[in-house]
T-cell receptor, first 112, second 110 residues
Framework: NAGVTQTPKFQVLKTGQSMTLQCAQD?????MSWYRQDPGMGLRLIHY???????DQGEVPNGYNVSRSTTEDFPLRLLSAAPSQTSVYFC???????????FGQGTRLTVV | AQSVTQLDSQVPVFEEAPVELRCNYS??????LFWYVQYPNQGLQLLLK??????LVKGINGFEAEFNKSQTSFHLRKPSVHISDTAEYFC????????FGSGTRLQVQP
């Protein structure tokens, strides 16, 4: 039982490049979400999904796309990276009743 | 809509002293309350949570928190801290989608 697995752990992108941050969970949770963490700002919700085929925007969705084709996977896509997207990204998987969220180890992304 | 305010960005404290990390929240609906800890270069680990029932909640590593509905607070306490408690602590509210505070960096000094 691995919990929530995020890949890669580190990534450097050039401005304008695209990439996908991967997130997988093996707890059969319907609810998954993506956050970004910036110094002094805590974690902010980017996108979330309440089940396969259903996604919605969070607080800071601009510049990011998501899809949810399976219960296990919830990838986050940066279509055209910008320096403002330099951050640490966390994926979370949440129990059915919302009583606990499990976080991955994070992806540290630098856009130059 | 919901929001979380962590009143202290940094809290320096000596080893074996007590500590309180403050958290105030606002929400138009009933929510769950959480405290998470983040050690350097790591993910978030759940310390404790309030879902319902007793307002005093005990968590891991000797931490506890008290839910105060009238003051909309959920302060985190530990009676005696250790060097190993040095970390960043986040208060969060919500059900499934969480709203986080900006974090409090606890610095335990020998």
């Amino acid at each position: 039982n691995a919990g929530v697995t995020q890949t890669p752990k580190f990534q450097v992108l050039k401005t304008g490049q695209s990439m996908t941050l991967q997130c997988a969970q093996d707890m059969n949770h319907e609810y998954m979400s993506w956050y970004r963490q910036d110094p002094g700002m805590g974690l902010r919700l980017i996108h979330y999904s309440v089940g396969a085929g259903i996604t919605d925007q969070g607080e800071v969705p601009n510049g990011y796309n998501v899809s949810r084709s399976t219960t296990e996977d919830f990838p986050l896509r940066l279509l055209s990276a910008a320096p403002s997207q330099t951050s640490v990204y966390f994926c979370a998987s949440t129990t059915q009743g919302g009583t606990e969220a499990f976080f991955g180890q994070g992806t540290r992304l630098t856009v130059v | 809509a919901q929001s979380v305010t962590q009143l202290d960005s940094q809290v320096p404290v000596f080893e074996e002293a007590p500590v309180e990390l403050r958290c105030n929240y606002s929400s138009s609906v009933s929510v769950y309350l959480f405290w998470y800890v983040q050690y350097p270069n790591q993910g978030l680990q759940l310390l404790l949570k309030y879902l319902s029932g007793s307002t005093l909640v005990k968590g891991i590593n000797g931490f506890e928190a008290e839910f105060n509905k009238s003051q909309t607070s959920f302060h985190l306490r530990k009676p005696s801290v250790h060097i190993s408690d040095t970390a960043e602590y986040f208060c969060a509210v919500g059900r499934r989608a969480l709203t986080f505070g900006s974090g409090t960096r606890l610095q335990v000094q020998p």
